[in-house]
């Protein structure tokens, strides 16, 4: 085996499920052990009594309908360039962030800890309760709403909740949702073709 093989994934040695219980671990300050961080400055503090209590899935592609460039990583940080491409141009000032981000091929950032809010909802309204920013955890997932999500991102979002869950006992199995459901009408990711059957049986896997 060459020095490289032993480097890639651990997924590729042990399969899926092994994957998915392979354990996440949010330290105290709401930031993951052993995981990429790319800290975002679009945050704040949440409202003294925000409970968290609301996972957001989210789906998202930079250029749209292209993978891969870094340029989602570059929007959360401030730092993508407007003259790179005339949707960015489009975009430019937008301040915006997610407490994490899973790329295509499952690999996985932190952006904002999850003890802090997070400018990934809008406006959005969940069970009657507004600004869902306040009191949600929003994870994107690089894709579009008319291409299903790869199989490394449905593992890592598994682990993700389910460590989640493990730190903030307040997101039950119910809070869960996608951008599409405390934004309808204006957003519609992270579209139809997300499987939440399979994302849920990954978690009790
Ligand atoms: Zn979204």
Excluded at 122 to 140: H, K, M, T, Y
Excluded at 170 to 184: M, R, V
Aim: aromatic letters at 8%.
């Amino acid at each position: 085996m060459t020095p490289d093989l032993l480097h890639k994934p651990i997924e590729i040695f042990t399969g899926l499920s092994l994957a998915v219980q392979s354990k996440l671990k949010i330290k105290h300050d709401g930031w993951l052990q052993d995981t990429d961080i790319l800290a975002s400055p679009n945050f704040e503090q949440r409202p003294d009594n925000a409970e968290i209590d609301l996972i957001v899935v989210h789906g998202i592609s930079l250029p749209p309908g292209e993978y891969g460039g870094g340029y989602i990583q570059q929007l959360f940080t401030n730092q993508l360039d407007p003259r790179e491409h005339e949707y960015f141009a489009e975009i430019e000032g937008l301040r915006v962030s997610a407490h994490c981000l899973i790329e295509r091929n499952g690999h996985l950032v932190q952006f904002v800890s999850f003890n802090d809010r997070a400018w990934h909802a809008g406006a959005s309204c969940w069970q009657g309760r507004d600004n869902c920013n306040d009191f949600s955890i929003g994870i994107e997932l690089e894709g579009c709403d008319d291409e299903g999500y790869t199989d490394a991102q449905y593992q890592q979002l598994a682990r993700l909740v389910i460590s989640l869950r493990k730190q903030y006992p307040a997101l039950t199995e119910q809070a869960l949702c996608g951008h599409s459901d405390i934004a309808p009408g204006r957003k519609t990711d992270p579209g139809p073709c997300f499987d939440w059957n399979r994302l849920n049986t990954l978690i009790h896997s």
